[in-house]
Structures are given as C-alpha cells and as structure tokens.
C-alpha cells in the first residue's frame, strides 16, 4: 500500500501575481482577486483563470463569456485588495471607487494601480472541484503603467496579506489561514460584550469593548482605523 505525503510549505514556493478578474453581464458588473492568472499558449494567445464556483463574479464571467483581468502593481493599497478579495460583489458595488475602463467588448477592467489588462472570451471551462479552471482567448491586451507588477509572494511578506478561505491557495490548517490569532474565545451569552468592532473591509467581526491601537485584522489584514464600532 502506497503511503503519501504532503509538506503543505511547499505550495508556498509557487510564484504567481496578484490580478483582478472582472466581468459584467447586462447590468450587473463583478470582479474579484485570484492570483491564478496563466498565459498558456501564445498563438493564439490564452489564458487559464481559477476561480471559485461560489465566488459570485464566476457566474457573471459564464453568463456573459467573458472577462477582464487587470495586473496588479506593487502599489495597490490593501483597501483595493481588500474590497476586491474579500468582499462579494453579490452585495457591494465594488467599482463604485474604484478606477476602471471598458474594453471594445463592454467588459469592466481595473485602471488604478495596474500594469496591464487582458480581455478575454471564454473558451472552455474545466471543473476542478472547488473551482472551475476556465480558458479564454486573449482579444484584447494593453500595457497601463511602466509600475512593478505585484507577486503573491510580496502581497504577503511585504504588504503583509493573507489568503481567503475562496482563493486556490488557501491551507484550512495554517494559522494564517484563519481568523483565530486575535479573536476573542467564544463566551457565555450573559457575559458576552454588547459591543464589538466590524471590519470594515472584510466584515470580521471582534466582541470587545476596545481594540488596541496596534490591532490588525485577522482576516485581512487591515488595521484598527478600518473597523468601526457596532452593537452586538
Ligand atoms: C490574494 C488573494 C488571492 C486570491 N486568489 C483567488 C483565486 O485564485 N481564485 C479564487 O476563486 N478566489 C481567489 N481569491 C478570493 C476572492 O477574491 C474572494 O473570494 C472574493 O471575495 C470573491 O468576490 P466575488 O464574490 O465578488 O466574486 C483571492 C483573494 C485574495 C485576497
């Protein structure tokens, strides 16, 4: 009997950036943060994304056969990052300040703190499980800054990012992973706070009288000046 093994430090060695896939069918107009971006062939030119089926910009990319996606630039802010990875657009217009431009197709794509955009048509979809593997034909390419483009690895150790349960890279097991290292444990109803502070980024939610000044969210990583005070 064959025995495995898997040393999950070692997915941590791919290197790969950090983009924003969009896409709008009708009205509706959707976009996410996948850092699974791959050009594939060359001629013609294509592209594999992928992305989670629970993400609600996959169903606006299957629906209307398109998507944009937008590479990232060192300079983003973790705020953009932050709306477009962990928020859903399924209940926030995430484009609403955020800079963009539409390609010849209609299709949305990012404009603020980007090196390049590609719009694709989609070809073919491959199901993996949690995430669909979907292959587009570039149709649409051009160069939007001289900036660096951002890594997955300096969105980690430099900006200090972490990864959402919905993106391909997520390890359930790793402290990073989730949302524990500053939570507050879980306690009896009659003693718990009536006061808590909301993320307002990604929407973790801490029950506490007081955040410390140093305190950074466990979820996303944003610091205390983004949580606001809410009532529990
Ligand atoms: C750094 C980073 C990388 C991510 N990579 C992926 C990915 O490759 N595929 C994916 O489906 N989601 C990925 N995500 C998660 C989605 O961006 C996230 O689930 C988002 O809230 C979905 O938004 P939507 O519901 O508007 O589509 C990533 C998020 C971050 C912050």
């Not at 989670?52 to 937008?70: D, M, P, Q």
């Not at 070809?123 to 890594?151: C, Q, R, W, Y």
């Not at 949302?179 to 939610?205: F, T, V």
């Amino acid at each position: 009997m064959s025995t495995s093994s898997i040393d999950t430090k070692a997915f941590r060695s791919l290197s790969c950036g950090v983009y924003i896939v969009s896409a709008k069918n009708g009205t509706t107009m959707a976009g996410c943060i996948i850092n699974t971006l791959l050009q594939v062939t060359s001629s013609p030119a294509r592209v594999t994304i992928a992305i989670n089926k629970e993400n609600y910009t996959t169903g606006v990319i299957l629906e209307s056969g398109r998507f944009e996606a937008s590479v990232l630039a060192k300079s983003a802010s973790m705020e953009l990052i932050g709306r477009f990875g962990f928020q859903t657009s399924a209940d926030t217009d995430k484009f609403a300040d955020t800079a963009h431009e539409f390609d010849d197709a209609g299709t949305p794509y990012v404009s603020e703190n980007t090196v390049a955009h590609f719009g694709a048509r989609v070809i073919d979809k491959v199901d993996v499980g949690s995430h669909f593997v979907i292959v587009g034909e570039v149709e649409f390419a051009s160069v939007l800054s001289n900036e660096e483009p951002m890594t997955y690895a300096y969105y980690h150790l430099v900006k200090g990012g972490k990864t959402p349960p919905k993106a391909s890279s997520f390890i359930s097991s790793e402290s990073d992973a989730e949302p524990s290292a500053n939570a507050q444990p879980e306690q009896p109803q009659e003693d718990a706070p009536r006061i808590g502070w909301r993320c307002k980024i990604c929407g973790y939610i801490v029950k506490t009288e007081e955040l410390p000044d140093d305190f950074k969210c466990p979820m996303c990583g944003m610091g205390r000046d983004m949580f606001e005070r809410i009532e529990l």
